[in-house]
């Protein structure tokens, strides 16, 4: 059994993330077994070819686009993402805040 290639590894992580749904470059990278590599799963999406992957469905940690503001491919990704009905409010979607976040259980509001 041959090992899958860090480009294969994150772009199976990219087409599992479901429809209406986004995932941020460093949590592709964590999906992939390739934590710490978000700027690789940037890397590789920037090179790719394949009409079919649902790139527009990464985005920066912060939950932004990554394009510059106004740009084709910006309104394409806001156009696609809107179209599995994400919402995009002046080039971000708001994600909501990760339950398992260790700072957040410790320190967030509510905690003890």
Excluded: C
């Excluded at 964590?30 to 934590?35: D, T």
């Excluded at 590789?44 to 990554?66: C, E, F, K, M, Y």
């Amino acid at each position: 059994m041959s090992a899958k290639s860090p480009e294969d590894r994150i772009l199976a992580a990219i087409r599992a993330i479901p429809r209406g749904q986004v995932a941020g470059y460093g949590e592709v990278a964590h999906l992939a077994g390739l934590p710490g590599r978000a700027r690789l799963t940037a890397r590789i999406l920037s090179q790719n070819d394949d009409a079919t992957l649902p790139w527009h469905r990464v985005l920066r940690s912060d939950g932004r686009i990554a394009f510059p503001d106004g740009s084709k491919a910006f309104r394409e990704q806001s156009q696609r993402l809107r179209a599995e009905g994400v919402k995009v409010e002046n080039g971000r979607v708001k994600r909501p805040r990760r339950e398992d976040d260790l700072d957040a259980a410790l320190w967030g509001p509510g905690a003890r």
